[in-house]
């Protein structure tokens, strides 16, 4: 009935509507430019073109931030050269000359060649120059690019760079300064770019940049700089970008950034900066992109960035920060916010809400997304589960989710022909069987829709992931899933309770009658139903218990937001499953103990053994295939307990491949290999058999061989029913029903 019920929802829902609102879009859809069709914001730069005006594939890039500046930089610097004759008279041999540029690139030189005066670029990478001494490019006055890049430079005198009055690019990366002496740039008054990245400098002051009253660009990646000067811009008022990152700031001083007005990037990612002040930037009115992120900040106060009106972006991804609710409240015009590999206990969707005018979001899990609906572009697109592309992202799992699901339902639904073909006296135990098979049965049905959903899906997955997590197909389908598991645990473990009784106590009377039995089966059905269906009751508390993967089963593999969710996982898994599993084992091994006690009692110890090994073998093959369906659900459990990280694709393999084991398994251990029903086939054959021979009598003399055989195996299976004991054993087993 309730399966009748799930599956009618799934047919009425298999549609994920797309909606078409009046103006304003609904969370999670995006506005197809000036026209009123909203669409889902998985729609949005997905290569198609879904809008009639293709608004839908616009504004596409994170263009927030630097981007924009960059682009506006490179605009006007397009000079091609023209002539590429050499234009001076004295330069080495073994330099490249083109116009009045030259290089002379990794060819050994030790000192600063000489050159003709009216050079504008020269390039001295690559070489074996250590020291700059006084006033070595005095007279080139139209020098606009000097590259210094690999040399090892160890020494720059202080008048070094005299007379330059014209440059504006100077490169100093990757060479072993430790430090700058004050005043080292201070004829560089149309300096523009300074980059000196990839050196050992430890410390700078502010009188390092004196001087620099053009400057623009200041890189220092990767040095070793543990503090920033005071009053950084105070010598370089000018400074739109500049670049700290891979350095080993500790702290930031109140006043490093006090006279930046114009600063706009400010990149200070992979430091070890911990602690972020409340007026540290608070100076930067013109601040637009600012890259915290990689550093050990675990608190933003709230009012850091509250002063500032053109912040456009902001990176504080891989802190161990802890987030408030109203962290985000002065960050109204911020449009790109990253938060990767940020862990948000108490997420929710009011911390987001104040950034309206937000395009961009990248979190560290896929399913915040869902808490920022309004934001057009939120990364990651997709769990370990699914792909971009798939909902089913491994081809094993989308083919075998169709393998099992046939052989489960096939199975289960042959042995419930099969038993109410076969008739057998224990009308009770048949009655279980087949209802465990119905509950099996739904696994099936479960993984039928799960392949069904990932053909739907195939190829655009990333567009619908969260609508589908979202949907009541989801929900119902792993409420169906559990409903199937838990009916089949519980219905397993009752089994095996009833046996073991039967065997352990052989002669008390206390097996349960046909009504006690419906009453006993009607209650599992109940609880399985109570379990599946009390996440559906409070959704503040469990949140969206069912949906947290492509595949709708509540495994909760890792730390998740909803305490009640995790726990109540934890607690069906961990809980009910485990002892259920338990209980199975030890009454599986008990009532293996005990047989081989009778066994040694009794006197015909060949026949013996021989039945002894086809009951443990049987025995055996129950334990083994509850194990193997069910030790690593609790292994994943008890790993999530320690915080381990576990890939999302485990989930997947586990719910397609693993708990499935069971479904597809029990009919075959509990019907089909009985020796009741080989019994019941063998009788079935011989009598086809039987007349067959009779009919052939005569054409064949190899036939009747074979039937000389039989008499034969009955006579060893006759000589096994002999045993009283142990046929009420199998009896009471469910081998002979
Ligand atoms: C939308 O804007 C385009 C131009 O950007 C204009 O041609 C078109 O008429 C507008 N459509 C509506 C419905 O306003
Ligand atoms: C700059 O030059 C590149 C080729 O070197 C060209 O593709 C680009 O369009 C040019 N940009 C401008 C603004 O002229
Ligand atoms: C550069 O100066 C040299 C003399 O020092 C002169 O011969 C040469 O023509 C000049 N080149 C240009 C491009 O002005
Ligand atoms: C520098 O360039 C200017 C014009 O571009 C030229 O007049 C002057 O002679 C050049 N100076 C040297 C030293 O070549
Ligand atoms: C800085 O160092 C990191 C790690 O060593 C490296 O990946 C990066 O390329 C370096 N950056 C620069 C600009 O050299
Ligand atoms: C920096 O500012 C914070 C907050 O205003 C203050 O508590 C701290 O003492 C200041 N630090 C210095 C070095 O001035
Ligand atoms: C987040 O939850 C924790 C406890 O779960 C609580 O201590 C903390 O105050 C909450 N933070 C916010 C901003 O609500
Ligand atoms: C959001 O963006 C729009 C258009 O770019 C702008 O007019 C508006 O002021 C922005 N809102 C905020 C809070 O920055």
């Known amino acids: 009935m309730t399966a ?27 506005p197809c430019g000036n026209l009123s069709v909203c669409l889902p914001r998985e729609f949005h730069c997905d290569g198609v073109k879904d809008c009639d005006n293709g608004a839908d594939e616009e504004y596409c890039g994170d263009t927030n931030g630097w981007v924009i500046l960059f682009e506006n930089l490179y605009r006007n610097n397009n000079k091609t050269k023209e002539t590429q004759e050499c234009g001076l008279d004295k330069f080495p041999e073994r330099c490249d000359c083109k116009d009045t540029e030259l290089e002379c690139v990794e060819i050994n030189l030790e000192a600063v060649p000489t050159v003709s005066n009216n050079i504008t670029l020269l390039s001295l990478k690559g070489n074996k120059i250590q020291k700059l ?8 006055k139209n020098l606009t690019n000097l590259f210094l890049q690999h040399n090892c430079l160890r020494h720059i005198s202080q008048k070094a760079f005299h007379g330059l009055y014209k440059l504006q690019k100077l490169y100093l990366s990757n060479n072993c300064l430790v430090s700058l002496q004050d005043g080292v740039f201070g004829h560089l008054r149309q300096l523009k770019w300074l980059i000196i990245d990839e050196n050992p400098i430890k410390t700078i002051s502010q009188e390092v940049f004196t001087g620099l009253e053009s400057l623009f660009f200041l890189s220092m990646i990767n040095n ?91 990176d504080l991804g891989c802190n161990p920060l802890s ?21 948000i206990p108490n997420i929710s969707t009011r911390m987001f809400k104040p950034m309206k005018n937000l395009s961009h979001i990248y979190f560290k899990k896929f399913r915040y997304c869902s808490y920022a609906p309004h934001v057009r572009v939120c990364m990651p697109s997709t769990d370990g589960i699914s792909s971009f592309e ?59 829709f799960i392949g069904v959903f990932d053909v739907k899906y195939r190829g655009q997955y990333k567009k619908y992931a969260l609508l589908w997590m979202e949907s009541l197909q989801c929900r119902s389908l792993g409420f169906l899933a559990m409903l199937s598991t838990e009916v089949s645990v ?3 473990t ?45 959704e503040d508390f469990f949140g969206n218990y069912y949906g947290k993967n492509g595949v709708c089963f509540p495994l909760y593999p890792d730390q998740t937001e909803e305490i009640g969710g995790k726990g109540y996982s934890l607690g069906i898994f961990l809980g009910v499953n485990l002892v259920a599993f338990i209980i199975i084992v030890f009454s599986y091994v008990s009532m293996f103990c005990s047989i081989q006690k009778t066994a040694l009692q009794s006197s015909d110890v060949g026949s013996s053994i021989h039945t002894d090994v086809a009951v443990a073998n049987r025995f055996f093959f129950i334990v083994f295939s509850d194990a193997v369906c069910w030790i690593p659900v609790f292994l994943l459990k008890i790993l999530s307990l320690f915080h381990v990280e576990i890939p999302g694709t485990v989930t ?15 009919p075959i251990l509990y019907t089909l290999t009985t020796s009741f029903f080989k019994e019941k086939l063998k009788q079935l054959l011989q009598r086809q058999r039987r007349r067959s021979i009779f009919r052939n009598e005569r054409k064949s003399l190899s036939t009747s061989l074979v039937w000389t055989e039989d008499p034969a195996a009955q006579q060893s299976s006759s000589l096994k029913l002999g045993f009283l004991h142990k046929k009420s054993l199998e009896d009471s087993m469910g081998t002979s029903t």
């Not at 006084?134 to 007279?139: A, H, K, Q």
């Not at 491994?394 to 199975?411: D, E, P």
């Not at 997947?652 to 029990?666: G, K």
Request: hydrophobic share 50%.
């Open 224 to 314: 070793s700089l543990e503090a920033l000067p005071q009053k950084l811009c105070a010598q370089m008022p000018l400074t739109n970008w500049m670049d700290f990152e891979g350095n080993q700031i500790k702290t930031l001083s109140n006043l490093s950034f006090e006279t930046c007005d114009e600063l706009t990037v400010l990149y200070l990612r992979g430091n070890q900066i911990s602690l972020v002040n409340e007026n540290i930037f608070s100076t930067l009115r013109s601040l637009a992109d600012i890259d915290l992120s990689h550093n050990l900040i675990t608190d933003v106060p709230l009012s850091s960035f509250k002063e500032l009106k053109f912040l456009q972006k902001l």
């Open 494 to 538: 009752y089994l095996t309770m009833e046996k073991y009784l039967a065997i352990v106590f052989p002669f008390s009377n206390i097996r349960p009658g046909k009504r006690q039995t419906l009453i006993i089966l009607l209650s599992i059905w109940v609880a399985g139903f109570m379990i599946a269906v009390i996440p559906f009751w409070n």
């Open 133 to 140: 001494q006084d006033e070595v490019f005095i007279g080139f």
């Open 390 to 448: 798939n909902l089913l992202a491994n081809t094993v799992l989308r083919v075998f989710v169709w393998v099992i699901a046939g052989i489960t339902c096939f199975g289960n639904i042959f042995v419930i022909g099969m038993r109410s073909l076969i008739q057998s006296e224990n009308k009770t135990h048949t009655m279980s069987i087949k209802i465990l098979c119905c509950a099996d049965c739904l696994m099936g049905i479960y993984l039928f």
């Open 323 to 343: 987030l408030h609710i109203d962290q985000f409240e002065t960050l109204q015009h911020l449009r790109s916010l990253v938060l990767d590999k940020i862990e």
């Open 490 to 492: 519980l219905l397993l």
């Open 652 to 666: 997947s393999w586990i719910v397609i491949f693993i708990l499935p084991i069971n479904s597809a398994l029990n």
């Open 4 to 30: 009748m019920i799930v599956f009618l929802h799934l047919v009425v829902f298999l549609q994920i509507e797309v909606s078409i609102s009046e103006s304003v879009c609904k969370p999670g859809f995006f």
